[in-house]
């Protein structure tokens, strides 16, 4: 299949069903117990920095166990996996000393993923499996000091986010990913920085994929960490046209879902979510059973609310199958049409009417 069919199968499949995402990587490598050793790998021994806890050099040190990742997401009866790059930035690397290896882990992680599933649309055909870049926040914000002592210091500008963003990008599109995702956005500077590398790529390239863009509310005030309410943050990246626009992280699905309705209710394009499963213990671990998590997002289904759905923090492959068949056969939400207006974004949405 061609990269134009495919994504017009992407977009027929999108119309008549709800998509299913995959669940955590995270989580799924944690489940591995690597130690400092399994992280390096042969390549990686004589390294000079710490590397466990680097879970994106896996695609270079390790991509067996990344790959492994994959095929049980996509058993689970996944459609969309997600690459092992969240953390794959050259800002998030320097933690590590690899930033240089950044362009590398993007194209690892996307071709991992991409062989992935097209062995999976191989054994079936008829389904075709598709491969979303994941892009993370970074550990750095453009909006926020880190230092409340000077509340005017940034520790990152904008034009070093956006040469970090469209390297990653750049990997991941050369790796062979279908979409490209801007995932867990607490920050929507941060975000305008993705998305200006991204089309700035996808121009100088004279092709694109479809984007996805997917937000986190940080607490139950109902705001990102940047304190946009889910339509204001919607109204400043719409913009970019994206293919869905979504929210994942930080919550489980009952802490969530009146503000993917907020969403649903107001965006002219797909709507996605991929909550945590539950809210996290006292010992950092997510309780939400599949069945709990399936019969909520169920809900959302047919309450119209969804478009494409997944799991984020602590969410396995069997999460995923549970939640698979509860949507299994539900219409997706049908994209509303709002009226031409004039819309406006600071932390709160505003619409002149006419």
């Given amino acids: 299949m061609t990269a134009t069919t495919g994504r017009a199968y992407l977009e027929r499949e999108a119309r008549e069903r709800i998509l299913v995402i995959d669940g955590a990587m995270g989580t799924m490598i944690q489940s591995h117990e690597l130690d400092e050793t399994r992280y390096r790998g042969a390549r990686f021994a004589d390294h000079p920095h710490d590397l466990r806890g680097n879970n994106d050099l896996l695609n270079l040190s390790n991509p067996e166990i990344i790959f492994g990742i994959h095929e049980r997401f996509l058993a ?35 071709a991992i993923a991409r062989q992935a599933a097209d062995a999976a649309t191989q054994r079936d055909p008829k389904r075709h499996r598709f491969v979303a870049g994941a892009i993370g926040p970074t550990n750095k914000t453009a909006s926020i000091s880190p230092d409340v002592n000077n509340p005017d210091h940034r520790s990152v500008t904008f034009d070093e986010l956006v040469a970090a ?80 626009v979504g929210l994942n992280c930080a919550f489980g699905a009952r802490e969530m879902r009146p503000y993917v309705a907020d969403l649903a209710r107001v965006a002219d394009t797909l709507v996605s979510a991929y909550p945590n499963a539950g809210l996290p213990n006292e010992f950092g671990g997510y309780d939400d059973t599949p069945s709990s998590m399936a019969s909520q997002l169920g809900e959302w289904a047919r309450a119209g609310l969804l478009n494409l759905v997944g799991g984020c923090c602590g969410t396995t492959p069997e999460h995923m199958a549970a939640i698979a068949d509860a949507v299994a056969g539900v219409p997706p939400r049908p994209v509303p049409a709002p009226p031409p207006r004039l819309r406006l974004a600071g932390l709160e949405p505003f619409e002149l009417a006419s």
């Fill in 76 to 110: 689970a009866g996944v459609d969309v996996i997600e690459t092992n790059t969240f953390n794959a930035t050259r800002i998030s690397q320097a933690d590590y000393g690899t930033e240089a290896l950044a362009y590398e882990i993007n194209r690892g992680g996307a």
């Fill in 165 to 244: 963003y469209g390297e990653a990008a750049r990997g991941l599109l050369d790796g062979g990913v279908d979409l490209l995702l801007v995932e867990t956005i607490f920050d929507t500077l941060n975000a305008k920085a993705a998305l200006y590398a991204i089309d700035a790529l996808f121009e100088a390239r004279g092709a694109a994929v479809p984007l996805m863009i997917s937000g986190t509310i940080t607490d139950l005030s109902g705001r990102t960490l940047s304190g946009q309410t889910t339509e204001a943050f919607w109204i400043s990246v719409r913009h970019s046209r994206p293919w869905s």
